[in-house]
């Protein structure tokens, strides 16, 4: 039986937004647009091997389950959740729904380009 993935939870500084720590991280980088979830809206995602999810709440609150983790996450603005895969997650907009991006990272492992 595989274990899930840990994630970090943490808060954005300021200051820390793209801060990069080598030249050739924004080429791994694959930032998504804002994604907004009203309350009760679910979006499903996964997470592959080799890759890393920071997940930054922007406003309001998202409440985040990881498949065969037994806790669950939830998040307000100014809240980050990264985790590193594989992992599938279940990202649900809550009281007053959720604003929030999510930004991949390769972490390993080929990357084949066409």
Same mark, same amino acid.
């Given at each position: 039986?595989?274990?899930?993935?840990?994630?970090?939870?943490?808060?954005?500084?300021?200051?820390?937004?793209?801060?990069?720590?080598?030249?050739?991280?924004?080429?791994?980088?694959?930032?998504?647009?804002?994604?907004?979830?009203?309350?009760?809206?679910?979006?499903?995602?996964?997470?592959?091997?080799?890759?890393?999810?920071?997940?930054?709440?922007?406003? &309001?609150?998202?409440?985040?389950?990881?498949? &065969?983790?037994?806790?669950?996450?939830?998040?307000?603005?100014?809240?980050?959740?990264?985790?590193?895969?594989?992992?599938?997650?279940?990202?649900?907009?809550?009281?007053?729904?959720?604003?929030?991006?999510?930004?991949?990272?390769?972490? &390993?492992?080929?990357?084949?380009?066409?």
């Amino acid at each position: 039986m595989n274990t899930p993935s840990r994630p970090s939870l943490g808060k954005r500084s300021a200051g820390s937004a793209n801060q990069t720590s080598s030249p050739f991280q924004a080429h791994r980088a694959k930032p998504r647009p804002k994604i907004t979830l009203s309350s009760g809206a679910l979006l499903a995602h996964r997470v592959n091997d080799h890759e890393t999810l920071t997940l930054t709440v922007s406003a &309001g609150h998202a409440w985040i389950t990881n498949e &065969g983790d037994p806790e669950d996450y939830i998040l307000a603005a100014g809240e980050i959740f990264e985790i590193a895969g594989p992992a599938r997650l279940l990202v649900e907009g809550i009281h007053d729904g959720a604003e929030f991006d999510m930004e991949f990272r390769h972490t &390993g492992g080929m990357i084949l380009a066409s």
